[in-house]
Protein backbone atom coordinates (compact mmCIF):
# COMPACT_ATOMS: atom_id res chain seq x y z
CA UNK A 1 0.00 0.00 0.00
CA UNK A 2 2.55 2.40 0.70
CA UNK A 3 4.30 2.12 -2.78
CA UNK A 4 1.07 2.49 -4.36
CA UNK A 5 0.48 5.45 -2.66
CA UNK A 6 3.60 6.97 -2.96
CA UNK A 7 3.44 6.41 -6.58
CA UNK A 8 -0.18 8.15 -6.66
CA UNK A 9 1.39 10.96 -5.40
CA UNK A 10 3.93 11.55 -7.75
CA UNK A 11 1.38 10.93 -10.51
CA UNK A 12 -0.79 13.90 -9.26
CA UNK A 13 2.62 15.94 -8.87
CA UNK A 14 3.27 14.76 -12.81
CA UNK A 15 -0.56 16.10 -13.22
CA UNK A 16 -0.86 19.05 -11.69
CA UNK A 17 2.67 20.55 -13.29
CA UNK A 18 1.65 19.44 -16.92
CA UNK A 19 0.96 21.35 -19.84
CA UNK A 20 -2.99 21.13 -19.22
CA UNK A 21 -4.58 19.34 -16.25
CA UNK A 22 -6.09 16.07 -17.08
CA UNK A 23 -9.13 16.12 -15.32
CA UNK A 24 -9.89 12.01 -15.88
CA UNK A 25 -6.29 11.06 -14.97
CA UNK A 26 -6.76 13.26 -11.29
CA UNK A 27 -10.16 11.54 -10.99
CA UNK A 28 -8.26 7.55 -11.60
CA UNK A 29 -5.99 9.10 -8.59
CA UNK A 30 -8.39 10.46 -6.43
CA UNK A 31 -10.48 6.61 -6.92
CA UNK A 32 -7.24 4.51 -6.34
CA UNK A 33 -6.51 6.85 -3.27
CA UNK A 34 -9.47 5.95 -1.65
CA UNK A 35 -9.41 2.55 -2.78
CA UNK A 36 -6.31 2.35 -1.04
CA UNK A 37 -7.64 4.03 2.27
CA UNK A 38 -10.61 1.32 2.32
CA UNK A 39 -7.78 -1.52 2.06
CA UNK A 40 -5.62 0.04 5.02
CA UNK A 41 -8.79 0.25 6.99
CA UNK A 42 -10.14 -3.22 6.25
CA UNK A 43 -6.30 -4.28 7.26
CA UNK A 44 -6.21 -2.43 10.39
CA UNK A 45 -9.74 -3.68 11.71
CA UNK A 46 -8.63 -7.13 10.72
CA UNK A 47 -5.82 -6.84 13.30
CA UNK A 48 -7.38 -4.92 15.93
CA UNK A 49 -9.97 -8.13 15.65
CA UNK A 50 -7.34 -10.47 15.85
CA UNK A 51 -5.37 -8.82 18.57
CA UNK A 52 -8.89 -8.75 20.25
CA UNK A 53 -9.10 -12.66 20.50
CA UNK A 54 -6.54 -13.16 22.19
CA UNK A 55 -5.58 -9.99 24.56
CA UNK A 56 -7.14 -9.49 27.85
CA UNK A 57 -9.74 -6.82 28.55
CA UNK A 58 -7.45 -4.75 30.34
CA UNK A 59 -4.76 -5.40 27.45
CA UNK A 60 -7.68 -4.21 24.70
CA UNK A 61 -8.27 -1.24 27.43
CA UNK A 62 -4.16 -0.25 27.19
CA UNK A 63 -4.41 -0.91 23.48
CA UNK A 64 -7.85 1.61 22.79
CA UNK A 65 -5.47 4.12 25.50
CA UNK A 66 -2.48 3.60 23.06
CA UNK A 67 -4.49 4.49 20.11
CA UNK A 68 -6.11 7.44 21.27
CA UNK A 69 -2.56 8.83 22.47
CA UNK A 70 -1.38 8.18 18.63
CA UNK A 71 -4.60 9.57 16.74
CA UNK A 72 -3.93 13.19 18.85
CA UNK A 73 -6.11 15.49 19.78
CA UNK A 74 -9.22 16.29 18.25
Not at 6 to 28: G, K, Q, W
Not at 37 to 61: F, G, M, N, Y
Amino acid sequence: LPERHRANRDALREALTAESVDAARLEALRRDELALAEEASRRITQAVVDASKVLTPEQRRKLAAMMDRMRGPG
